[in-house]
């Protein structure tokens, strides 16, 4: 063999940008984000311009921020949310810095939680030409004197600059007047969404005057349903999505605006009008058929009525919400579900929905209809086993997000075949859920067959034949309320490992996961099926049979979490945290509330391995001392929200006397 002449090692070559460009396509944005910060050359292919589409960078107004603002100013295109600006110190500099450096790159801009003045504004808003959204939602500082955009020259200067602006966002305002709105939307000619959710808008009667609504143009103290049909009527060629979510609007006031001749609404927000009757959405949906995206939740007078006339009458509908309509029976869910062009529907809280007529309305649309993407039955405490296993069953291969918080009749029987049907899910949100034990999230059974419901009898639907038990669904043991959850042996877990796919852990593809409060749970279950590569959000809050075991675990399976809620598990403790801290570097939510097995020392860990959390709650955690989360607030630079009330023993009740 010849032997080494002790000569150079030739440098191997480096991977041209291309290359690594094309291996980061693969990577999730989480993922991503970790591999720029392997060397320079790994970062420069993360900013390639493929990643940055729709890329919000969010951050606080302060001396640092001016830094930032000038490294931004070397991409392409940009999106910012700066918060806490207030007109004055750092504040102008900050606005004059952004329109230098991102003038024509700067596409989105929203200003929240910010008190910033008249002036400051107008001398940025010229130069954003390249701007598409804009969020002035509460800025109640600019428009509280009614002088905002009053002189000729910015109103040349800014709709220069805005023509382009497609989205304006200027919900919760309480000055906004015609005045104003029309000096504001005139430099706007070309809006596609526009939001005034929460505004005072008189669309009947104008208090100050003591007369119909818009008798009066122009009102330097109102907003008028009369201006808001003028702008409909102007801008009807492009605007295709309104919010007047949190409004007074009437019946006869959305009468009003969907017969605006030409309008055609895309997408439309009315959550929590309370005033709308079953008789406007009939009229709504008669004028307005080409609406896809329709939220009137929280319209509490609202019936089944108007969900029959949704599906008579919007026949490409995708997304549907009505949530918090307590009236809404299962009259005309089978009608509306049998839309195939329906991806989303909202039914949390309307309490008299069974799921009967949703098995039926999904059965009816065929296999090429059944395509929900995202069923809500959070708080439809009428769901049980059979409606879950029959929406499982249909909804396969289309389902990514099932909310079933809440439904406390669903057993384990449910939660087995949303493992086993269900593969693709994203998000699964089963919280409160309190009949849902370890044998469920293990998939092992034992072997007294579930005999069917009876409302599912006399509706014909899925029965719970001997092929249903031979596939491993069974009805699992029952466990009195007041005894602690029967723990599985080792010889459960063998069991439980020959059989891949039927547990919870085949559903590889998760990034939300919520199983608080749902206290037959216990580290058994949790250390062998919480183990996703992709989780991002993980609740385990309210259990108090998990322990550090569980925590660790899921630290070790789970690395791409940022955010993890673990409140009120008394059985989590230092020594858990100090062996999950190092396996948590992308955590930037975590909820520690009551976990009084916490002390000072994990906040020193948190410091040292948890260095991107951005939220923080450690309240009623009684070990830990008032001091040391003062000092913890200086040692993480990214964050934002600390709760630490009652920290240290402190007594709540003295706190409110």
């Keep these: 063999m010849e032997e080494w002449d002790g000569g150079d090692i030739e440098p191997t070559p480096e991977l041209p940008l291309e290359i690594i460009i094309y291996i980061l396509s693969f990577l999730h944005t989480s993922d991503r984000k970790e591999a720029a910060l392997v060397c320079s050359r790994w970062y420069t292919a993360s900013q390639d311009l493929q990643f940055q589409r729709n890329v919000t960078f969010c951050f606080p107004a302060s ?51 910010s008190s910033i003045t008249e002036a400051s504004l107008l001398a940025l808003l010229p130069r954003l030409t390249a701007l598409r959204r804009l969020d002035l939602r509460g800025l109640d500082s600019l428009f509280m004197s009614g002088a905002f955009l009053s002189r000729e020259e910015h109103r040349k200067q800014v709709k220069s600059a805005l023509s382009g602006l497609e989205e304006l966002d200027l919900s919760d305002l309480r000055y906004l007047s015609d005045l104003t709105f029309n000096r504001l939307t005139g430099c706007t000619p070309h809006l596609r969404r526009l939001s005034l959710a929460g505004c005072h808008i008189a669309f009947e009667f104008d208090p100050y005057r003591g007369c119909p609504a818009g008798s009066v143009e122009n009102s330097s103290a109102l907003l008028s349903l009369r201006n808001l049909r003028r702008l409909l009527t102007e801008q009807k060629s492009t605007l295709v999505a309104v919010d007047l979510s949190r409004t007074s609007i009437s019946p006869e006031s959305l009468r009003t605006i969907s017969q605006v001749q030409g309008l055609v609404l895309e997408e439309l927000c009315l959550q929590g009008c309370k005033e709308l009757t079953d008789y406007s959405v009939e009229v709504l949906v008669k004028h307005q058929p080409a609406l896809q995206r329709l939220d009137i939740s929280a319209c509490t007078e609202l019936t089944s009525r108007s969900v029959e006339a949704v599906a008579r009458g919007l026949r490409t509908l995708t997304h549907l919400s009505l ?52 069923l809500n039955l959070k708080n439809c405490t009428y769901i049980r086993d059979f409606a879950v296993f029959s929406v499982t069953q249909l909804l396969g291969d289309s389902l990514r997000e099932l909310d079933l918080t809440l439904c406390v009749n669903v057993t384990d029987l449910s939660v087995r075949s949303i493992a086993t049907y269900l593969q693709r899910l994203v998000v699964l949100r089963l919280g409160w859920c309190k009949e849902i034990t370890d044998w469920g999230l293990l998939g092992m059974v034992e072997t007294t067959i579930c005999e069917p419901d009876q409302e599912m009898q006399a509706d014909k639907g899925p029965r719970f034949t001997g092929t249903f038990g031979i596939m491993g669904f069974f009805k699992p043991p029952r466990l009195p309320f007041d005894e602690r959850p029967k723990l599985v042996t080792q010889d459960d877990l063998e069991q439980f490992k020959e059989q891949a796919g039927a547990s919870l852990l085949a559903l590889s593809r998760l990034q939300e996961l919520d199983l608080s409060a749902c206290p037959k749970i216990t580290d058994s279950s949790v250390t062998q099926v919480v183990r996703y590569p992709d989780l991002q959000r993980l609740s385990l809050s309210m259990l108090p049979e998990i322990s550090d075991a569980s925590l660790v675990s899921v630290a070790r399976h789970c690395r791409s979490l940022t955010s993890l809620a673990l409140s009120y598990c008394p059985g989590i403790s230092d020594r858990g945290l100090a062996q999950a801290a190092p396996y948590l570097h992308r955590l930037q939510h975590l909820h520690l509330s009551c976990c009084d097995n916490i002390t000072d020392r994990s906040l020193s860990l948190l410091v040292q391995h948890c260095s991107r959390l951005r939220t923080l709650d450690i309240s009623r955690c009684s070990k830990i001392s008032a001091t040391s989360a003062d000092l913890l607030q200086s040692q993480l630079p990214f964050l934002e929200n600390m709760h630490c009330q009652f920290i240290g023993g402190a007594d709540p009740t003295a706190a409110a006397l």
């Design 63 to 113: 001396a640092s921020s001016l830094e930032l603002i000038r490294n931004l100013g070397r991409k392409q295109r940009c999106r910012l949310i700066i918060s806490q600006l207030d007109g004055f110190s750092m504040s102008r500099p900050l606005l004059q810095e952004v329109g230098i450096c991102l003038g024509s790159k700067l596409e989105s801009l929203a200003l929240p939680g």
């Design 323 to 374: 949530s918090r309509d307590w009236r809404i029976t299962e009259k005309g869910l089978a009608d509306l579900l049998s839309l195939p062009t329906l991806k989303s529907v909202d039914l949390s809280e309307c309490l008299h929905v069974s799921g009967t007529e949703i098995v039926k309305g999904l059965k009816g649309s065929g296999a090429a209809g059944a395509q929900l993407e995202c």
